[in-house]
């Protein structure tokens, strides 16, 4: 090979090594930045995760509340049918 060939080459090479060194500084970089979203997606899943898990037991404790105060509506609600069944008989009887 003549001198000139050797020399271009020799430029080739360099370019090549430039290009692979700038490659891997950006494919580093993409890496970063990759896991740097990926973490706070992460945490965002997280913060969904813990908002689903305080609302499961908002609702839970809500369903409970609710259950307590039909029971005690059916309750009012027996011992007046109770009470109105009792005065209509009364009723009923003094018409007789």
């Known amino acids: 090979m003549d001198k000139e060939m050797k020399e271009y080459l020799g430029g080739l090479k360099e370019e090549i ?11 580093d970089e993409l890496k970063r930045h990759t896991s740097a979203v990926y973490e706070e997606f992460q945490k965002r899943i997280e913060l969904v995760v813990e908002g689903h898990e305080v609302l499961d037991r908002k609702i839970d404790e809500l369903k409970e509340e609710i259950t307590f105060e039909l029971k005690e509506v059916r309750a009012t609600m027996k011992a007046l049918y109770k009470d109105m069944e009792h005065r209509v008989k009364v009723l009923e009887r003094a018409k007789h």
């Open 17 to 27: 090594k430039k290009l692979r060194e700038s490659f891997n500084e950006k494919t």
